[in-house]
T-cell receptor, first 111, second 112 residues
Framework: GQQVMQIPQYQHVQEGEDFTTYCNSSTTLSNIQWYKQRPGGHPVFLIQLVKSGEVKKQKRLTFQFGEAKKNSSLHITATQTTDVGTYFCAVLQTGANNLFFGTGTRLTVIP | DAGITQSPRYKITETGRQVTLMCHQTWSHSYMFWYRQDLGHGLRLIYYSAAADITDKGEVPDGYVVSRSKTENFPLTLESATRSQTSVYFC???????????FGDGTRLSIL
């Protein structure tokens, strides 16, 4: 069965500190996507990673896909209050038909 | 996203009642999805559709029915609502299999 673990479940940081969330799969992934959901909002697509070892950046956000295509990370440098929300990874496992969402990491930024 | 709309935004109903949640998208995306979101469980796929008249079960399909007679609409029906179906329901669409999904604003459903 599909097993995707996302850690940590919660993270509180002081504004300006860095933040990282990790997504780990027990099986090889075709691709991985990251979404952000603001409190009271809906998930919004951030990025998709496809290639082994791929690294992509969006301003202060850095996304990485593991060499074995079984894990990924999202790193935010110098968090701001606008970064508050829950970050989900969504994986497409090799041979699967649909994305499987992780349980998310809820980020709180303390001003 | 203005291209995918869900209605109603909020709904309160009683156990045993039938309730239908609507989802409409204007992008002509092939794929449409229904998720439920509960604390501690993230997003769980209920049903999905690859095209009009093609639907398939997701992770948690029991107690739900879907149809897709037109590409742009994908209603979700709870035939006899139960308290365990109290949740936030999200509809999403994507242009192809495994492609990024666009979500509606969600329907917060409470079953008393």
């Amino acid at each position: 069965g599909q097993q995707v673990m996302q850690i940590p479940q919660y993270q509180h940081v002081q504004e300006g500190e860095d933040f990282t969330t990790y997504c780990n799969s027990s099986t090889t992934l075709s691709n991985i996507q990251w979404y952000k959901q603001r409190p009271g909002g809906h998930p919004v697509f951030l990025i998709q990673l496809v290639k082994s070892g791929e690294v992509k950046k969006q301003k202060r956000l850095t996304f990485q896909f593991g060499e074995a295509k079984k894990n990924s990370s999202l790193h935010i440098t110098a968090t701001q209050t606008t970064d508050v929300g829950t970050y989900f990874c969504a994986v497409l496992q090799t041979g699967a038909n649909n994305l499987f969402f992780g349980t998310g990491t809820r980020l709180t930024v303390i001003p | 996203d203005a291209g995918i709309t869900q209605s109603p935004r909020y709904k309160i109903t009683e156990t045993g009642r039938q309730v239908t949640l609507m989802c409409h998208q204007t992008w002509s995306h092939s794929y449409m999805f229904w998720y439920r979101q509960d604390l501690g469980h993230g997003l769980r796929l209920i049903y999905y559709s690859a095209a009009a008249d093609i639907t398939d079960k997701g992770e948690v399909p029991d107690g739900y029915v879907v149809s897709r007679s037109k590409t742009e609409n994908f209603p979700l029906t709870l035939e006899s609502a139960t308290r365990s179906q109290t949740s936030v329901y999200f509809c999403a669409s994507s242009p192809g299999q495994g492609q990024p999904q666009h979500f509606g604003d969600g329907t917060r459903l409470s079953i008393l």
